[in-house]
C-alpha cells in the first residue's frame, strides 16, 4: 500500500481549545536502564563510526507488564505501542469517532511562520504526555532555527500560555488535530494541514512520525535564513503527484538526501526496552511506511558486533543497517528489521572469541539472547502482523556467534541466517541441514579465528548439509560493510522460507 503525503492547505474549523480529540494516539514512551556495568572486552572490530549528526532518540516506557493498544476508528489507525516486560497483555482501547460535522469553515488564509523582520509568533505543540514526540518537536525547532534564524518556544499541550494561538502541532493534540485526521481517510497516510492560524502535522499511525518530521523538513521548512516564511492556503503539495510517488519513504528520503543516513536511521527506528530478572535489553525496531495489519512481513533480526555494546538504544544501528537499507529498492524497506542492544561488558554469545567454535553443551543460552527470543516471540509477533515463515537473523563479529547460537537453539523459528565472522558448535551439524546459511569470514581475520567458520561449515556439508554457503574473503575482520549493501545476500535471504511440515500418513 502506498502513502500519500497531504499538504492540505484549508480552513479546518472547530475551536483548538476544545479538547475534542482524545490524547489516545499510541503513545510508545521508554525509559532506558541506566547500564552500570563495565565494558571490559578487548576485541578489536574496525567499527569506528564518529556521530556527528544530530539524533533522535526515541523511547518507550518499560512498566510491569505488555501492553499493545490498537486504536480502533474510522481512519482504521493501525499503530500499535507496546510497554514490554515479563508478561503480556493485549487490549483494544477504542477512541471517539470525529464527529461528522466538522462546523463552520473560517476564512482562508495565509499562515506566516516568520515574518520579515525574522520574528514569529509561533510555538511548536506536541501530543501531551508523549517523549517521543517531544524530541520530534525540538528537532523540527533546531531545523527551523537553522533555516530561519528564529527559535520557536516548545511546548506540551495543555502548558502552552493562553496568550498562543498560532501554533505547529505534532500529534493528537485538540480539536484541529481531530479535524486533520478525519482528512486522513483509511489509508496510511499523514497529513500536513492548516485548521484556523495552526499548522497541523498529523501521521495515521505511530510508525509514521518519523517520516513525517523528515519530510516536513525537507518539503516545507525548507526556506532560506532571514527570509519571510510564509504557507500559502492556495498551495497544496502532494507526493503522490510527484515524482517519487511510486517508491516507499525509504527511497523518498535517499533521493532527499542521496544516502540513508545514520541519523535518519535512528529517527525512524522506534525504540522500546525489555526488562526480565537483571537484564535489560534496549531495542529498535523498523516498521515500514506502508505498513498494513492485514499482510505479514518477514521479520530480519540483526545482532551487533562488540564495539556496540551499551545502553544509549542506537549505537547498534550503526555500520551494516545503514548499508542494508542503501541498497536501490532495498528490500529490507519492506521488511520489520529488529535490532536488540546487548549491554557492555556483556555478549550474545558467553565464550571467549578468539577460541572460535565452543560447545553449546558447556556454553548456555545467554539471558541476553533469550531476552532477545523473549522480544521476537511475546512483543514483535503478538504486536506486529509477520509471517512466521519468513524470520531470519543476521550477525557480525559478536553478533555472528549470537547468529550462529539462535539457529542452534531455535531452528524451528528461523527461516535463514546470515553469519559474519562468528563462531559455532560443530557437533551441532545434523541439527542444521534444512537450514539456509550465508557465512562469511576473512582469511586474514585476527579478531575472530577464520578456522571456526570453516569448520562449522565443512561439519554441515559432511553431514549432508546441501544448504550451508560459505565465502572466504581476503579483508581484515570487517566484512559486514560489504555483506550488508550486497543484493545478492538480501535477494538470497528473503527467498528462504521455513519448509512446509509433511505429516506421516500410517498405510
Known amino acids: 500500500m502506498m502513502l500519500a503525503v497531504l499538504l492540505a492547505l484549508g480552513a479546518c474549523g472547530g475551536d483548538k481549545d476544545t479538547d475534542t480529540a482524545t490524547d489516545s494516539e499510541a503513545e510508545t514512551e521508554t525509559e532506558v536502564a541506566t547500564d552500570t556495568t563495565t565494558d571490559t572486552e578487548t576485541e578489536t572490530e574496525t567499527e569506528t563510526e564518529t556521530d556527528t549528526e544530530a539524533e533522535t532518540e526515541t523511547e518507550v516506557e518499560s512498566d510491569t507488564e505488555t501492553e499493545t493498544e490498537t486504536e480502533e476508528d474510522t481512519e482504521t489507525d493501525t499503530s500499535v505501542s507496546t510497554e514490554t516486560d515479563t508478561n503480556t497483555d493485549t487490549e483494544a482501547e477504542e477512541e471517539p469517532e470525529p464527529e461528522e460535522e466538522l462546523g463552520p469553515e473560517p476564512t482562508d488564509s495565509d499562515l506566516t511562520i516568520v515574518d520579515a523582520d525574522g520574528k514569529s509568533e509561533y510555538v511548536i505543540v506536541y501530543e501531551r504526555r508523549n517523549e517521543r514526540l517531544k524530541e520530534y518537536a525540538n528537532s523540527l525547532k533546531d531545523h527551523i532555527k537553522s533555516k530561519y534564524g528564529v527559535t520557536l518556544p516548545v511546548y506540551e499541550y495543555g502548558a502552552v500560555p493562553s496568550t498562543s494561538d498560532k501554533r505547529i502541532v505534532i500529534g493528537n493534540a485538540d480539536a484541529n488535530a481531530g479535524f486533520a485526521k478525519a482528512k486522513i481517510g483509511k489509508s496510511n497516510d499523514f497529513i500536513i494541514d492548516v485548521c484556523d492560524n495552526d499548522l497541523i502535522l498529523y501521521p495515521a499511525n505511530e510508525y509514521l512520525y518519523g517520516y513525517l518530521i523528515d519530510v516536513a523538513k525537507a518539503d516545507i521548512f525548507n526556506g532560506e535564513v532571514n527570509k519571510p516564511f510564509v504557507i500559502s492556503a492556495d498551495t497544496t503539495y502532494k507526493l503522490s503527484e510527484s515524482e517519487n510517488k511510486d517508491i516507499n519513504y525509504v527511497e523518498y528520503l535517499k533521493a532527499k538526501d542521496g544516502e540513508f543516513k545514520y541519523e535518519t536511521v535512528v529517527n525512524i527506528f522506534l525504540s522500546g526496552t525489555y526488562n526480565v530478572g537483571q537484564t535489560t535489553i534496549p531495542y529498535r525496531i523498523y516498521v515500514p511506511s506502508s505498513y498494513d495489519s492485514t499482510k505479514e512481513y518477514p521479520l530480519v533480526t540483526v545482532l551487533h558486533g562488540a564495539g556496540e555494546r551499551g545502553n544509549d538504544n542506537k549505537s547498534q544501528l550503526k555500520n551494516m543497517i545503514s548499508e542494508m537499507f542503501n541498497q536501490e529498492n532495498s528490500p529490507y524497506a519492506d521488511a520489520i528489521v529488529f535490532c536488540p542492544q546487548c549491554p557492555g561488558g556483556q555478549q550474545w554469545v558467553d565464550t571467549p572469541w578468539k577460541d572460535g567454535n565452543y560447545s553449546i553443551d558447556k556454553v548456555p543460552e545467554s539471558d541476553d539472547l533469550m531476552a532477545v527470543m523473549d522480544i521476537i516471540n511475546n512483543i514483535i509477533a503478538t504486536s506486529l502482523s509477520t509471517d512466521t515463515d519468513r524470520y531470519y537473523v543476521m550477525g557480525l563479529s559478536m553478533g555472528g556467534f549470537g547468529a550462529w547460537d539462535l539457529i ?15 563462531g559455532a558448535d560443530p557437533s ?38 546441501e544448504l550451508c554457503k560459505f565465502d572466504t574473503t581476503s579483508t581484515a575482520h570487517n566484512v559486514w560493510a560489504d555483506a550488508g549493501k550486497s543484493t545478492d545476500i538480501s535477494k538470497w535471504l528473503f527467498e528462504q522460507k521455513k519448509p512446509e511440515m509433511v505429516e506421516e500418513v500410517n498405510p
Open 428 to 465: 551441532q551439524a545434523e541439527a542444521l541441514l534444512n537450514m539456509p546459511i550465508w557465512a562469511i569470514h576473512s582469511s586474514n581475520d585476527g579478531d575472530v579465528p577464520y578456522a571456526g567458520t570453516q569448520e562449522m561449515c565443512q561439519a554441515i556439508i559432511d553431514a549432508g548439509g
Open 408 to 422: 542452534m537453539r531455535h531452528t524451528d523459528t528461523f527461516a535463514g541466517a546470515v553469519c559474519l565472522c562468528g
